[in-house]
């Protein structure tokens, strides 16, 4: 009798592990799983800014930091041939040369800063082949050996508030001037937010009135090298003009197209406004004014050295 107990409660003992064993017992519950963030959205770009590639590993958030109260010079100069066709030929115009200073100075808006470029000198110098002396150019530019242009930039080198004051300059030669007013406008370069790293590119797409000629220009920059807070680029430019009605030097004149490609090898001090800059450009455009028809060319080079 004993042992036919013993046997029954053997069997009672194992009956668990049975049931276990076939599946039959109810399953533990599992351990919680962890939260998963949600991915953080992409960085929102400014208006007409794309990024195509964010280039390789480490990337950075390539910003400017210009102390406030710092200071540098600079000198610029621009060389210029033209092909007038029918209507003069090949012709090779005096060098431009402009030297300046910049000034950094606190800004109220939220991480930017302030700046003031002050023109010390321009004039155009004679060189070999010149059509023209320079003497006959500088005659015409009075009143704007001290213009002085004015900003505001934010971390990204994005530009707002920009104003140039030529007021002792005569009304045409201001309206000679306004393809410079681009030009100063667009010394410095704008990064995207998003962070990049070396064979980064990005693209800015911007609408320009240059001498009362609109036109859509669009600038791509690739990251070559970055080093400490010292950026090298390569930016190709695209001007595209579409068919309009113009007014040059008093003179109306029928715009049927205009295209400009452009070169350039830029260094970026992210501590300081201007970096070393050369540019090679090629513009093409055809016109008609005065019942006659004109295809021009011109190639530039322009070269910028801060100090």
Known sequence: MFAK???????LAILPLTIAACGHAPPAAPPPRPAIAAPAPPPQEAPGVTVLDAGVEPRTRLTYAIPVGSAQS???????RMDMGSMGGVMTLPRLAMTGDVAIAASPAPASVAYTLTTRRLEFIDRPGAAMPASAINAKLGGVQHMVATGTLAPTGKVSNFAIDAHEASADVVQSLSGLRQSYDQMVTQFPVAPLGVGGRWQI??????????????????????TGTSVVLHNHVVLDAPSQTIVANGVQAELRSMKATGDAAVTVDRTRLLGPTTLTMHLVEELEAMGQSLTMAMDMDMAMSPK
């Open 5 to 11: 107990h013993r046997r029954r409660l053997s069997r």
């Open 74 to 80: 600079f000198e610029m100069t621009v060389d210029m």
């Open 205 to 226: 797409v911007a609408d320009i009135d240059q001498n009362g000629m609109k036109a859509k220009q669009t600038a791509t920059f690739e990251v070559v090298s970055i």
